[in-house]
């Protein structure tokens, strides 16, 4: 099995954007020389996507093709860590920032 190719929510955001406008830019061009990778996106690009997505059902449909690579956090790690970043699950933290910035 080859090595799985983690993609950044920069390069996926360029490679959507040449897909919305039908262009070979350097994103699909990178895109292809990964075939036969399994192509993996990680949690934190999943929601940095999702903040900018004006349609997020859209937006969720189109990442079902990556696998998607959770946080895996040590001991040490949770320790370290606010306690609302580990206590509060992702999109209620999401849902908070909107409603914040809505009010």
Do not use: N
Request: glycine share 6%; no cysteine.
């Amino acid at each position: 099995m080859s090595r799985p190719a983690l993609l950044d929510s920069s390069y996926l955001i360029d490679l959507e954007r040449e897909t919305a406008a039908g262009k070979v830019g350097p994103a699909r061009k990178f895109l292809s020389s990964l075939r036969g990778r399994p192509l993996v996106i990680s949690m934190v690009s999943v929601e940095e996507l999702l903040e900018g997505a004006i349609d997020e059902a859209a937006a969720l449909a189109a990442l079902q093709r990556f696998t998607i690579q959770g946080l895996h956090l040590t001991g040490e790690t949770v320790r370290s860590a606010p306690a609302s970043h580990v206590a509060t699950p992702w999109r209620e933290r999401r849902v908070a920032r909107r409603h914040r910035r809505i009010t």
